[in-house]
């Protein structure tokens, strides 16, 4: 059985074995983090950081996490909804006046976190080097019409959305989302978690590790078209995507989500107050999401339970390719998976379904 490092209580021993099992199996390396009431209680990693495994992934390795990212962007939103500088039901517009062009005066903060908005991809002309230019996507997607009637149906917006919630945030604050998430979210935690890498922290990446035949992203017209090795090229990890491209492990993933599974804080940070947590349940959309093509329930930023789960508030997103994070409210429970070995889409990727389960067997035990 592959060798794994790190810590795990005797009770989520199943979480460790499971991902032996993975590491013997589909994945290179990979990290795993369990954290209940607030603190760790598996924090686990092991395997290899190349394809060719000859440099051992380390407790520091950092990999990118695809859209895992979505729930640090959801949870700055939320944590300004809580401090009231931003009403989720008010108009995009009401904080970013351009965004009214083109029929999206009725486009609210909520419909963006629930992909509601009718914006799921660029109409425009778009390249990989536009989406490392802040201000050419948010214009463009400002001046674009939406898709559908907005808050009718869901597609999931599957680059746009950290866009369009990066420039509310800056409207806002004045700072970039990466920039608001160090400085108010992941400096205060302690979390090595970044939307937009330091050159300094380069040496520390995992390169993410594409399937044989790596399905380009952006809907099903790609524009731009993103492939999975996209995000070992310097140009992705320096700009800031806060829908895509965050650079991270599964400990700090699971520490700072587990703000929101404990009320609104953890090991002595508070980032929300506990009303300000209740807000992600808040259903915003149930049934086939238009781009997913498979059925989904939404809420402020977060996949909920739509009935697979063992409890009723829990949310969650993941990542193309594997990553994932898991909230759930009730049992006070984060968790975190995080590998550099991508899956095929529509292969069976049954890795974040065995930490899962290896999670509620130790909860229950």
């Given at each position: 059985m592959a060798l794994t490092h790190g810590t795990c209580t005797d009770r989520f021993a199943a979480v460790r074995e499971a991902l032996a099992a993975s590491l013997d199996d589909k994945d290179v390396g990979?990290?795993?983090?369990?954290?209940?009431?607030?603190?760790?209680?598996?924090?686990?990693?092991?395997?290899?950081?190349?394809?060719?495994?000859?440099?051992?992934?380390?407790?520091?390795?950092?990999?990118?996490?695809?859209?895992?990212?979505?729930?640090?962007?959801?949870?700055?939103?939320l944590m300004l909804a809580d401090r009231g500088e931003l009403d989720l039901h008010a108009p995009v517009a009401t904080y970013w006046p351009e965004f009214a062009a083109a029929g999206k005066e009725n486009v609210r903060v909520?419909?963006?976190?629930?992909?509601?908005?009718?914006?799921?991809?660029?109409?425009?002309?778009?390249?990989?080097?536009?989406?490392?230019?802040?201000?050419?996507?948010?214009?463009?997607?400002?001046?674009?019409?939406?898709?559908?009637?907005?808050?009718?149906?869901?597609?999931?917006?599957?680059?746009?959305?950290?866009?369009?919630l990066g420039?509310?945030?800056?409207?806002?604050?004045?700072?970039?989302?990466?920039?608001?998430?160090?400085?108010?979210?992941?400096?205060?935690?302690?979390?090595?978690?970044?939307?937009?890498?330091?050159?300094?922290?380069?040496?520390?990446?995992?390169?993410?590790?594409?399937?044989?035949?790596?399905?380009?992203?952006?809907?099903?017209?790609?524009?731009?078209?993103?492939?999975?090795?996209t995000a070992n090229t310097t140009t992705w990890r320096r700009a800031e995507i806060p829908a895509a491209n965050g650079h991270g492990n599964a400990r700090s993933v699971a520490a700072v989500q587990s703000v929101l599974a404990c009320g609104g804080a953890a090991r002595g940070v508070r980032l929300l107050s506990e009303k300000g947590c209740e807000r992600v349940l808040e259903e915003q959309f149930d049934g086939t999401d238009n781009v997913l093509r498979v059925p989904m329930r939404y809420g402020m930023g977060y996949g909920l339970n739509g009935g697979q789960l063992p409890n009723p508030r829990t949310c969650f997103w993941g990542g193309w390719g594997g990553s994932m994070v898991l909230v759930d409210l009730d049992a006070r429970m984060t968790v975190a998976y995080v590998p550099n070995q991508m899956i095929d889409e529509g292969v069976g990727d049954d890795r974040a379904f065995t930490i899962l389960a290896g999670a509620y067997e130790g909860l229950s035990a």
């Open positions: 990979a990290s795993v983090a369990v954290y209940v009431d607030g603190e760790p209680v598996v924090d686990l990693w092991g395997g290899y950081t190349d394809a060719d495994r000859t440099t051992p992934w380390e407790r520091d390795t950092l990999t990118p996490v695809w859209s895992t990212t979505k729930t640090m962007t959801a949870l700055c939103v909520s419909h963006v976190l629930a992909h509601t908005a009718g914006l799921p991809r660029f109409v425009a002309p778009t390249t990989l080097e536009d989406l490392y230019d802040w201000p050419t996507v948010t214009s463009r997607l400002a001046a674009q019409a939406p898709a559908w009637e907005p808050g009718t149906e869901a597609g999931y917006h599957a680059v746009t959305q950290g866009y369009l420039e509310i945030v800056r409207r806002v604050t004045g700072r970039s989302l990466g920039a608001f998430l160090a400085e108010e979210v992941t400096g205060p935690l302690g979390a090595d978690f970044h939307i937009g890498l330091a050159a300094e922290h380069d040496h520390r990446v995992a390169p993410i590790i594409p399937p044989p035949s790596s399905p380009p992203r952006g809907g099903p017209r790609p524009n731009p078209e993103i492939q999975g090795g």
